[in-house]
């Protein structure tokens, strides 16, 4: 369970705070997406979470965080980072090693897991992620995408209860996207794992996310299901947020008085109330 | 692959090694190479540094090295063949003479340098970071924080070179001529450049201590390590294989 409080955070140097009045409850086992234009905190909120702030950077923090009943201004750093994962923007300052399997091991071997399940669980999450062949390359000889699996993994392993990633299909192509999602929402209910993910594709976190959040300057500007939020479509226009087109056009049908049905939220279910309406 | 200071997997005999055999032979070369200035012992060192490289095929790597360290060590070549009158006279200078003893030291000086540089280089190549301080941590007990300075420093040089690299490319690109000129205009070129790189290398560092920290960093000890270096008969054939070059270097002085 994630419980943030009235959280308002601002950097040392900076003039205005990053985010602002922010509050918000993920209960365990929720697929969170979070999403809005630059500079609108999503970064800061995801380092909120895994305790980054305020243990890194320093400022002015006001408010609370919970994770799973501890407060992250009262936890060390490290008991923190035993229960939630994270995976970073800048992937390539998240390396620590130079090859694949010693990047796997780093993690597994800080946390003292007992060295007879270390193999059976760098195995699963390569194999999670479709790089079991990249086991013994080196890092460097990797491309964007696979870098980013690599991280993933690396996380994965660890199997904490909560696990943040800031934008992790950046450099993926659709379908290792959509792979990348499919796995983690299989980690939600496999495992019951909380999941919050910064992401851009508002397509994929429509389909798979159970909770959307929206930040706009700072602040959460709606945090509901998809299919409530995506209802929003030309306020979230103006924010700078585009919706999955097929929902944009049935939002307009509904707006003209020609489709009265949910919110679509993917090209099948806006096909399916298209054919009821012609009919 | 084989940027500089990155490895390069292989299955040679020094890549099999253990890693703290691998620096304490490499080290133990070094400083044999300075404990002599016997010609003939510092070029068959330099043959037998050239041998190590050929059995792990490094062989075009160790030539770059050589060029490099050639370029440095004539430097002090000079300075030394300048410097210190000694031998029979060759060549009168105001403040003294080049004789054939400066010429004997400046030439041991090249060799030296190039002979020691070669073992130390080769065991970057040929081991992982991760192995070289796990290995520290578990062989020698060196405190993990100490083992992972080290290995992150080592791991680094090759990153911020690409940075750079990257950044000329960019600059390039935009009709910085990089690729036209000498040495000093390129010099004078990269200056500007420098404060990019540092700015982008301390946040890389920042990041990195970071990712270490939230991976439970502050919580490894020396039974962490999944991986174990045992020393087998081989290492320790090779570690009496280092002290007796180091033997014969000192004793070399002595006849």
Redesign the interface.
Known sequence: MIEIEELTFQYREADAPAIEDVSLSIPSGTFAGIIGPAGSGKSTLTYAL???VPH?YPGDLYGSVRIEGHDTCDTA??D???M?G?V?Q?I????????VE?EM????????VP?DQ?EERVKEALDAMGIAELR?R?I??LSGGQKQKVAIA?ILA?RPSVLVLDEPTAELDPASSRSVFTLLSHYVEAHGTTVVVVEQKIALLSEFADLLVVMDGGRIRFADAPEEVLAHSEELLEIGVNCPRCTTLMNRLAAGGLYEGPVCTNVSSACRALCEVAA | MDGFLEYVPGDSLLHRLNPVTKIAFAMLFAIACFCTSDLAFLCLMLVFGIAMAASCSMLRQTAGLMKAVFAFSLVLAVLLLLTTPKGDLLIDLPWGYVGTGSVLAAIATVMRLEAAAIPLFLTFYVTKMTDLSNSFVKVLHVPYRYAFTFASTVHFIPVFMNDMKGIMEAQTARGIEFDRGGIVKKIRLMMPLCVPLLVSSVRKTNSSAIAAEVRGFALRTRESGYKNYPMTRTDWGVLVLGVAILAIAISLNFL
């Not at chain 1, 390539?92 to 090859?99: G, K, M, P």
């Not at chain 1, 091991?105 to 003292?112: D, Q, T, V």
């Open positions: 895994n305790g980054i890194c750093l490290t923190l980072s035993r939630v994270s970073c800048d390539d300052s998240q390396f620590i090693s130079a090859v010693d091991l780093y993690g597994l071997e800080n946390y003292g060295h270390i013994h080196s460097a000889s690396s660890l």
